[in-house]
């Protein structure tokens, strides 16, 4: 079993910057890829970036590629979503996630969920 809790979010301007973390706890939790999945109020979820437990693989949204930077320390167990250049349709609960591989993450294959966190853009 792992845990996965956020933390980060919070209410920024347009063209603004926030870090999210993701602090990951159990046995094996360092093993797995990460990602981060939003979900904007009336939207299904969707894919923002995934990484590899190695951090040698990464895949990103085209929506918040060249803006938006996925890393991990896996000493701290700890995943970061760095966020810069927001803008108001950025605007979502931010979701941390755990699979088996990065690309099998980005599919949308998740086998734990954090509880999300609140990023807000304002115009």
């Known amino acids: 079993q792992v845990q996965l809790v956020e933390s980060g979010g919070g209410l920024v301007q347009a063209g603004g910057s926030l870090r999210l973390s993701c602090a990951a706890s159990?046995?094996?939790?360092?093993?797995?890829?990460m990602g981060w999945f939003r979900q904007a109020p009336g939207k299904e979820r969707e894919f923002v970036a995934t990484?590899?437990?190695?951090?040698?693989?990464?895949y990103y949204a085209d929506s918040v590629k060249g803006r938006f930077t996925i890393s991990r320390d896996n000493a701290k167990n700890t995943v970061y979503l760095q966020m810069n250049s927001l803008k108001p349709e950025d605007t979502a609960v931010y979701y941390c996630?755990?699979?088996?591989?990065?690309?099998?993450?980005?599919?949308?294959?998740?086998?734990?969920w954090g509880q999300g966190t609140q990023v807000t853009v304002s115009s």
């Open positions: 996630a755990a699979g088996d591989s990065a690309l099998v993450l980005r599919r949308g294959n998740v086998a734990y």
């Open positions: 159990g046995r094996t939790a360092s093993s797995y890829a």
């Open positions: 990484i590899s437990w190695s951090g040698a693989v990464t």
